[in-house]
């Protein structure tokens, strides 16, 4: 199923209980899902976009520019078939608790579900963590990110590529995360099949 819709910011019209939110942005049929925690971790409380204005943003952005998942960088960066949002998008007073996350995980489930994005980027512990949790059968307890970082694992129906915390980068981290997209696009990241040829009709019945 394709969602048709020319927005690309909130494109589902998601409204979170709180006044100050950053939504969701990107291709509302995108491939690529890239999962943040929240606008005081990853940025975009201004511009109402996610990872925007703050370090781990910028650092972000220019790694997937130059991967090919953003056209351009920025306030407002254009995608490629690629979707940004976060597990809390509410923008909190200090630290959200478990209460404030589980509060916003119907939200983030949906908008995901909805795009059914191929392949999902958690960026960070929390956002890895309830990834993996939720939609892979992969036991987080012993999560390390840093050693997941770039690293293919696969899920219930997605593949999920862990991204280490941008502040934390250091080393050939950004350059491995650039390398594993790459790498990722010029396979079957899709990994569906067709199964058209079961029922009736001439056209195709892709699932994954």
Not at 153 to 174: C, M
Request: aromatic share 8%; with cysteine; proline share 7%.
């Amino acid at each position: 199923m394709r969602n048709v819709t020319d927005r690309t910011r909130n494109p589902f019209g998601m409204q979170p209980p709180c006044e100050r939110f950053v939504p969701g942005c990107g291709d509302a049929n995108a491939h690529f899902h890239v999962v943040g925690d929240h606008p005081g971790v990853h940025g975009g409380a201004e511009t109402g976009v996610p990872f925007t204005d703050c370090v781990a943003g910028r650092r972000l952005q220019e790694a997937l520019h130059d991967a090919g998942l953003l056209t351009t960088t920025g306030d407002a960066p254009d995608v490629d078939l690629t979707y940004l949002s976060y597990l809390h998008t509410c923008v909190p007073d200090g630290d959200p608790t478990d209460d404030d996350y589980g509060a916003m995980e119907p939200f983030f489930d949906a908008e995901l579900r909805a795009i059914a994005a191929h392949v999902l980027f958690p960026v960070g512990e929390r956002a890895t963590r309830h990834v993996l949790e939720t939609y892979t059968t992969r036991d987080p307890a012993d999560l390390d990110v840093e050693s997941l970082h770039a690293t293919e694992l696969l899920g219930s129906g997605w593949l999920v590529v862990p991204i280490r915390e941008p502040t934390d980068w250091e080393g050939d981290d950004a350059n491995r995360l650039v390398d594993a997209i790459h790498t990722l696009r010029d396979t079957d990241y899709r990994r569906e099949s067709d199964l058209g040829r079961f029922i009736a009709g001439d056209e195709p019945y892709f699932v994954r």
